[in-house]
């Protein structure tokens, strides 16, 4: 047995059966990505014959220089920018780049289609806002810089990653594309009766699907919509995109709508479709959704209809039960004379009588419906991922400074007989921001084959070199082993550049390339003309541009 798991670990790799206790006796590393100790995630290495990224760099020192650093022996090749365009019909790649998800074309791992989330516009692509108030033209920008850019990727003969504009799937999806609204609140009142809604932006990360579509989170939706006199209710979803197919947009309401970060996807012990998510505010929920009918992998994008009925649960830490977010439950609660109404929670019973009248209210309303049923206001909950290697789930939780967790911490939830659909769970502090780690909030996750966690942070611009956080200067990409003598030390990969996040970080499935985003460079700028970064750095620029890189120097394990 590995002498890194103690006792504890040791029990909870019990209950997930004997793959996987002998991969604990074994140390995980002997897995090689087959995953084979837990079931099917929607994981891009899943299933596939991998190569190890890790142990093979040396850790970097924290930066704050205006440039993206990385260990000796890897490099970067800048894909696509702000405004650069993308196709034969002059779209433009849009902003505030963050998830990236890559589809091999032909089983490729150097040719594939790429998709990047756009989730917020700045001073560089809208202009500088007077009093507070978009113009006509500001907002048209606004709605056109945010969404998703679908682009055709390629290395040349040299390695090198480039853009092809020629490509016929390459386009965007932004705030004026017209999305078809599924599950218990379309068309329902909630929803002005609608059943399509105009348009997707705020978004941020997001996750795929076990049939190879992407999922894309709205996250901080109002400030646009509001702005561009659209209706609030229809933002705040998780839409659906098929990167090889522009007709197929939806936004699926069973869900939830609250201030999305990312999805998840996993399969239960009797193969339903689970999608975990995060709200990403102060004192708000973990969720999950469980499909009411099973995955059948023949079936294709079809299964996407799982993802219009099921149940919609919140995490109660405290009584380590997933809570069912019903109408029942919610008129229930509300039934009582003495309800009164749980911090977070605005109203009088009566006006939350009138508010809650059917599903399709609870899933429109979702963080009060969990706040009345239990569910544990935590810290910033921003990325989840499954680990393909035990089926334990890892939550970022980045920061809360309500109360006092400046750097924030990563939780892991170990669920009952490691079963993604069961409705119990036991959890740990996997890792806590901080002096002792070399890192503070922690923002999106995502695995390598050596069940190592790619961590990128996400420090404010606004706290950044200031008072705890200096030491930590800019944002950075870390790698933490989650087993074996270094599990839970985290090792920096790279540094950002001046003001910004790395975002959306996803490797090729042989792992030689890790796609990442570069959000906000400059984003305490003031003057378009006096920019506090300039990255990327290109010839002739004279503004900073949110951009999408893809590293290369892995070596082959
Ligand atoms: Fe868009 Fe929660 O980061
Ligand atoms: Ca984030
Ligand atoms: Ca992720
Ligand atoms: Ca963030």
């Given at each position: ?397 980045t920061n809360n400074d309500n109360h006092g967790n400046i750097h924030g911490h990563i939780t892991r939830i170990f669920e009952k007989d490691n079963d993604l659909g ?136």
């Amino acid at each position: 047995m590995d002498k890194q798991i103690d006792r504890r670990t040791f029990l909870s790799y019990l209950g997930t059966g004997a793959a996987a206790l002998a991969a604990a006796s074994a140390g995980l590393g002997v897995l090689d990505g087959k995953a084979s100790a837990a079931s099917a995630t929607a994981d891009h290495l899943f299933g596939f014959k991998t190569n190890k990224v890790s142990g093979y760099f040396e850790p970097i020192a924290a930066s704050k220089e205006d440039h993206l650093i990385l260990p000796n022996g890897y490099s970067y090749d800048v894909v696509a920018a702000f405004d650069d365009i993308i196709n034969e019909a002059g779209e433009r790649f849009g902003t505030g780049s963050d998830y990236n998800a890559f589809f091999p074309i032909d089983g490729s791992n150097s040719h594939g289609l790429l998709v990047n989330n756009h989730e917020y516009t700045n001073l560089f692509s809208v202009g500088p806002v007077k009093d507070g108030k978009m113009t006509k033209e500001q907002v048209e920008k606004d709605l056109y810089y945010q969404g998703m850019s679908v682009i055709e990727v390629a290395q040349d003969e040299k390695g090198t990653w480039r853009m092809d504009t020629k490509s016929k799937h390459a386009r965007r999806i932004n705030g004026f594309s017209k999305f078809e609204l599924t599950g218990p609140a379309a068309g329902t009142s909630a929803l002005n009766n609608a059943t399509t809604a105009q348009g997707t932006f705020a978004n941020c990360s997001g996750g795929i699907t076990l049939w190879n579509t992407v999922l894309s989170c709205e996250e901080n939706f109002s400030e646009t919509a509001t702005a561009a006199g659209l209706p609030l209710t229809h933002y705040g979803w998780v839409v659906e995109i098929d990167p090889f197919d522009g007709s197929y947009l939806k936004k699926h309401t069973a869900l939830g709508r609250f201030n999305h970060e990312n999805t998840c996807m996993g399969l239960t012990k009797d193969n339903r479709v689970v999608v975990y998510m995060g709200d990403d505010k102060k004192d708000a929920c973990v969720y999950k959704f469980v499909s009411k009918n099973k995955y059948v992998a023949e079936f294709g994008r079809k299964n996407a209809d799982l993802l219009t009925e099921g149940t919609l649960y919140v995490a109660n830490l405290k009584s380590g039960k997933w809570v069912a977010l019903t109408y029942e439950a919610v008129s229930k609660a509300l039934a009582n004379e003495s309800f009164k109404a749980p911090t977070g929670v605005k109203g009088t019973r009566e006006e939350l009588l009138k508010k809650f009248q059917n599903q399709g209210d609870v899933v429109t309303n979702c963080h009060e419906a969990a706040l009345i049923l239990g569910g544990t206001p935590t810290d910033r909950p921003e990325d989840i991922e499954i680990s393909p290697f035990d089926n334990t789930v890892f939550i970022c939780h980045t920061n809360n400074d309500n109360h006092g967790n400046i750097h924030g911490h990563i939780t892991r939830i170990f669920e009952k007989d490691n079963d993604l659909g069961a409705t119990e769970f036991d959890f740990e502090i996997f890792a806590a921001g901080g002096r002792q780690s070399g890192f503070s909030s922690p923002d999106n996750l995502a695995f390598d084959s050596n069940g190592n966690l790619w961590v990128v942070t996400d420090i404010s611009t606004s706290s950044m070199h200031k008072g705890v956080h200096t030491p930590f200067k800019n944002n950075g990409l870390f790698v933490i082993p989650t087993h074996g003598p270094s599990k839970g030390i985290a090792l920096q990969f790279a540094s950002a550049p001046i003001d910004s996040e790395l975002t959306g970080p996803f490797f090729t499935p042989n792992e030689q390339t890790l796609f990442l985003s570069v959000q906000h460079p400059g984003e305490n700028t003031t003057e378009v003309s006096k920019p506090t970064s300039l990255w990327p750095h290109r010839d002739g620029d004279k503004i900073p541009r949110c951009g999408v890189v893809a590293i290369k120097g892995f070596k082959l394990g």
